[in-house]
């Protein structure tokens, strides 16, 4: 059984921070590219940013980048994402993924089949 349990979401101001963390379990997802992704209510998921497995490069999605930091700790089999300078804008639940195709060009598509449950984040303003 493999499992992604999200935290670290919660309630900000606006120009607040926070770091989520994606804990695996039931397989190692060191060899394997990850990402995180949010849905606002009333909005499709939409991709936020994802890391390689291989030289842990990364790559954001233009709203998000230069505030958001993604990383990863194979070790501890998580994965991160900090959150600086958030706006009210990034409200939505956050899901962390893996298993899915990245490239430096593409970026991370098509997602894994592996889905947390996502955290909640929300930014007032």
């Known amino acids: 059984q493999v499992t992604l349990v999200e935290s670290g979401g919660g309630l900000v101001q606006a120009g607040g921070s926070l770091r989520l963390s994606c804990v695996a379990s039931?397989?190692?997802?060191?060899?394997?590219?990850m990402g995180w992704f949010r849905r606002a209510p009333g909005k499709d998921r939409e991709f936020v940013a994802a890391?390689?497995?291989?030289?842990?490069?990364?790559y954001y999605a233009d709203s998000v980048k230069d505030r958001f930091t993604i990383s990863r700790d194979n070790a501890k089999n998580t994965l991160y994402l900090q959150m600086n300078s958030l706006k009210p804008e990034d409200t939505a639940v956050y899901y962390c993924?893996?298993?899915?195709?990245?490239?430096?060009?593409?970026?991370?598509?098509?997602?894994?089949?592996?889905w947390g449950q996502g955290t909640q984040v929300t930014v007032s303003s």
């Open positions: 890391i390689a497995w291989r030289d842990s490069s990364t």
């Open positions: 993924n893996a298993g899915g195709d990245y490239s430096k060009l593409y970026g991370y598509r098509p997602p894994g089949v592996y």
């Open positions: 039931g397989r190692t997802f060191a060899s394997s590219a």
